[in-house]
């Protein structure tokens, strides 16, 4: 599959489970983006990694925890979750931090119980 | 930091008829302004984008204006069909060295045949 890939596409998780999500891009990017979708809200920037160097954390709570191995893939790694924590969790990718597009993976829907 | 606001949240038209979609932002530093739009279920994925020195830019039935002084940009559609039906998002991208691109809170449009 070409382009940006995420995995899993549906999750299903208690409270104090532990979970990672998965993100790869095939686009030979150099930045990287997580970010939050709620119903009703705007898409919200969590992390923001350019040549696996995290350069932003917009004031996300502990229990995500993202992790950036190289430029090709991106994790979030996921502990006591909140039921507030669902939502859909999309992954982006931009040449750099300077290029304007960022394409977007299909997102991870997190359920949270 | 930057505040996007995007109006209206929700807009009904009959296919053939025009659509326009408005937003708002706070920072006059920001100097790019994305659409997307992301259909059910799928990945927001870019349609059209202008920068702060330029003041209009049209692709076919779609076209995007921007008046910097009023801090303001809208999303216009001609000849709307129902493949257009889908959530709109407007975002502006602040002058942070990263590059931070901050969401509206979505249109969702409805092109009824």
């Known amino acids: 599959e070409t382009g940006v890939t995420q995995t899993p596409r549906h999750l299903v998780m208690g409270m104090t489970n532990k979970k990672s999500l998965k993100c790869e891009q095939h686009?030979?990017?150099?930045?990287m983006y997580w970010y939050k979708q709620s119903a009703k809200k705007p898409l919200e920037l969590m992390f923001v990694?350019?040549?696996?160097?995290?350069?932003e954390n917009n004031s996300v709570p502990s229990r995500f925890s993202p992790e950036c191995p190289n430029s090709s893939h991106l994790f979030l790694h996921l502990h006591t979750l909140q039921p507030e924590d669902s939502a859909l969790y999309l992954c982006?990718?931009?040449?750099?931090?300077?290029?304007?597009?960022?394409?977007f993976g299909p997102g991870t829907r997190l359920t949270v119980t | 930091g930057e505040n996007v606001e995007q109006h209206p949240s929700t807009l009904s038209v009959q296919e053939g008829d025009s659509a326009v979609i408005k937003c708002t932002y706070s920072d006059s530093a920001s100097n790019y302004f994305p659409w997307y739009k992301q259909e059910l279920g799928k990945r927001p994925q870019l349609i059209i984008d202008?920068?702060?020195?330029?003041g209009e830019k049209k692709d076919q039935r779609i076209a995007v204006t921007l008046n910097k002084t009023a801090k303001h940009f809208s999303l216009h559609i001609t000849e709307t069909q129902p493949e257009d039906s889908a959530v709109y998002f407007c975002?502006?991208?602040?002058?942070?060295?990263?590059?931070?691109?901050?969401f509206g809170q979505g249109t969702i449009l409805t092109v009824h045949p």
């Open positions: 202008i920068r702060s020195n330029v």
């Open positions: 982006a990718s931009s040449q750099d931090l300077r290029s304007h597009e960022q394409y």
């Open positions: 975002a502006a991208r602040d002058g942070t060295s990263y590059g931070k691109l901050t």
């Open positions: 990694y350019s040549l696996e160097e995290r350069v």
């Open positions: 686009l030979g990017h150099n930045a």
